[in-house]
């Protein structure tokens, strides 16, 4: 009765975060100049989707690890697979708060790296009229 149930969790835990890791992949490519291959105006979208996602599947194991605690570790060791659900449960919570946190950071930085794409759009043009500036100005993040 319970094997397809484990299957299914299993299953559907391992390719959640099997595409938490190939976007991640997708994003964090470079060129050979060191420059990001994906554009940030569309990757927004996407990334800020599977937040939202990432946040519903935790909250959701958060839930069901409380039921879980809830029906006590005596009920879970009666029946082997209940405790086997709750070990799965542990284990994926902490991996999809860290991708969560992994993804929030490349958030940030893509934003960084489009604004100073932004800024320095340009700035080859104007070079050779001011000389007072130096060819490494960046802007100051706060």
Request: glycine share 8%; net charge negative; with cysteine.
């Amino acid at each position: 009765f319970y094997g397809p149930y484990l299957y299914l969790v299993v299953s559907c835990g391992g390719l959640y975060i099997a595409a938490d890791f190939l976007l991640l992949w997708s994003l964090y490519r470079r060129t050979d100049e060191g420059k990001f291959l994906c554009d940030f105006g569309s990757q927004k979208v996407w990334i800020i989707l599977w937040q939202v996602f990432n946040v519903v599947g935790i909250v959701g194991l958060f839930i069901a690890l409380g039921w879980y605690l809830n029906l006590g570790f005596w009920a879970m060791l009666h029946e082997p697979i209940h405790f086997t659900v709750f070990v799965i449960i542990c284990l994926l919570l902490p991996l999809l708060m860290y991708t969560a946190c992994i993804l929030q950071g490349l958030y940030n930085t893509l934003k960084e790296a489009y604004i100073d794409f932004i800024l320095s759009r340009g700035r080859d043009e104007y070079d050779d009229e001011e000389d007072e500036l130096h060819g490494d100005v960046r802007r100051i993040s706060v």
